[in-house]
């Protein structure tokens, strides 16, 4: 059963802030949504490869928008640009980025926001706005896809508005029943489809989308789809491996951005190119230099990034062999001390073990590791979890299992939950084990971290003696900060933080922490590094006040 919370009905589309409100409305419900077809929409997944991953990759991209950016209003909108790009996965994912960020940049302008038109006029000037920054997105657009899907959509919603101007709710039905139709007229346009007997994932979950934006309306729920058997997978035709390659790339002029993309289309296929360039991202103000998200797949995944060498910074540069597979099989287990991050731990995925004070720690490894399927990757995220885990992985190699002879276990020396949570965020479902292994190391590697704890003893330390009841903020494993103030301390931890540099800031609460020091520390961050994303997991894990990390 469904454990999503559905919003609050958003305010009337009246004023700014209502429409504000039902776009904020509509993002969340849109995650928690396509967050339960995930398994659906994989097994769906034929076009371009049949890779198993549209929902994944969507399901990672919504997730991390919304992580990002708690309320979506005027002042965000830079915030929520970023996300939407950084946050990319996958093709599908790069595409729905682009629809909304670039519903948020349109609703910069104030004759697009307030001052044109009823409700109605707007929801269908909404949804045009999605189609059409999806279709400038792909180098080579093909019919049968999102990109048909949301172009029907709109046209009809635009043909509601015609005689219904002040009804949003009429406007985005009627174009709910058009994406629906356009969804069953997929196979009949794109042949792979056909051959396998399915719509196209990426078109079904657009229409999903539009339930999820007539709910927040006032209509109807939307349902989850849950996944039937999956598609029959498209014949390999032999020869070299395909690579999807995707990175960031900082500060490209909108002349070499197009250039990039036609270069990109002679070079292969399946080409997005998401966000802003240079100039643009200026001129918006707040979020610096543009970034932009871009998305190939070709034969020669050195080649895909040569061709932005010397356009820009090039970033989260991620690299997957694509081969057409069904659901990967492999698992993910992360050791917490906390409810609130174990439930983050499984939404991104991942298999948590939760500790106990009344039960030993190695056995609850030891029967999370026996009862994972496939390949196992494990982060400990704490130095007494790590020498467990090496000790019992080095246990199961050694017996060699008959059961499992080709099983490959891999221990990510994580010291700190923020390490885990950058690791698990870059863990590829459908990628090669080791380059998997390769990247979570790299990134919990990078991640740098801090905490906020309480004394409870008299001790020497770094800055001084602290006594018992004082605020002690700890920075990769060294108190260098006391007080008597959790959020000023915190605070200096932070500063410490920020000051190499970073893009995204993980805040932890622990279950002594309230939702107030997170508002301060996300609201200082902000005044202090403009472009730094902050996310807040309400992690409810004891001894800690607060864990912080930055990457």
């Known amino acids: 059963m469904s454990e999503s919370v559905r919003p609050a009905p958003p305010r009337p589309l009246a004023d700014a802030s209502g429409v504000w409100s039902v776009f904020d409305a509509w993002l969340r419900r849109a995650s928690a949504v396509i967050g339960e077809s995930t398994e659906a929409l994989n097994a769906l997944n034929v076009f371009p490869i049949s890779d198993a991953d549209t929902g994944s990759n969507l399901q990672l991209t919504l997730a991390g928008i919304a992580r990002a950016v708690p309320d979506v209003n005027r002042s965000s909108i830079d915030a929520v640009v970023q996300a939407a790009i950084l946050s990319a996965h996958g093709n599908s994912g790069a595409i729905v980025a682009e629809m909304f960020s670039s519903v948020c940049r349109s609703l910069q302008q104030p004759s697009v926001s307030m001052a044109v038109g009823g409700a109605g006029d707007r929801i269908a000037l909404l949804l045009r706005t999605v189609a059409d920054a999806a279709r400038r997105a792909v180098a080579q657009p093909v019919a049968g896809t999102i990109l048909t899907v949301a172009a029907d959509a709109a046209v009809a919603a635009e043909q509601a508005a015609l005689t219904s101007p002040d009804d949003a709710l009429a406007v985005a039905r009627a174009a709910q029943t058009e994406a629906r139709l356009a969804l069953q007229r997929t196979p009949d346009q794109l042949e792979v489809l056909a051959e396998a007997g399915v719509v196209d994932a990426g078109g079904q979950a657009y229409a999903l989308l539009v339930d999820a934006l007539v709910e927040v309306l006032g209509g109807e729920p939307a349902v989850p789809i849950t996944a039937g058997a999956p598609a029959s997978p498209v014949r390999s035709t032999g020869g070299d491996p395909e690579y999807e390659v ?220 602290s006594f018992p009841g004082d605020v002690l903020g700890v920075v990769e494993g060294n108190v260098v900060e006391v007080g008597a103030s959790v959020v000023e301390v915190a605070w200096r931890v932070v500063e410490r933080l920020l000051a190499a540099g970073g893009e995204l800031l993980t805040v932890v609460l622990g279950a002594d922490a309230t939702l107030e020091l997170a508002d301060e520390l996300t609201s200082r961050t902000r005044e202090r590094a ?12 004891p001894g800690s006040v607060v864990l912080v990390g930055l990457e």
Not at 310 to 329: D, F, Y
């Open 246 to 465: 995707m990175y960031a790339l900082h500060g490209a002029e909108p002349e070499a951005l197009m250039a990039l993309k036609q270069k990109l289309s002679d070079l292969g296929h399946s080409v997005v190119v998401v966000g802003e360039s240079g100039a643009r991202g200026d001129r918006a103000g707040g979020m610096g230099p543009g970034v932009a998200q871009v998305h190939v797949h070709l034969g020669d995944p050195g080649a895909a990034v040569e061709a932005a060498l010397g356009l820009g910074r090039l970033s989260q540069v991620r690299i997957t062999v694509l081969e057409p597979v069904g659901p990967a099989v492999r698992s993910v287990i992360a050791v917490v001390p906390g409810r609130g991050l174990a439930r983050a731990v499984v939404a991104s995925g991942a298999v948590a073990v939760l500790t106990v004070d009344d039960q030993p720690l190695a056995e609850l490894l030891g029967a999370a590791l026996g009862d994972a399927d496939g390949d196992v990757v494990v982060l400990p995220n704490d130095p007494v979890a790590l020498a467990a885990a090496r000790r019992l992985v080095a246990a199961r190699r050694a017996e060699r299992r008959p059961t499992r002879p080709h099983r490959r276990l891999a221990v990510i020396p994580t010291l700190t939950q923020v390490q885990g949570l950058a690791a698990l965020a870059v863990h590829d479902p459908d990628a090669d084990f080791d380059a998997v292994v390769t990247a979570m190391s790299a990134a919990a590697g990078h991640a740098r971290h801090g905490a906020v704890t309480v004394a409870e003893t008299e001790s020497d330390t770094r800055t001084g003696r």
């Open 530 to 541: 403009a472009g730094v994303q902050v996310q807040v997991i309400d992690g409810g894990q």
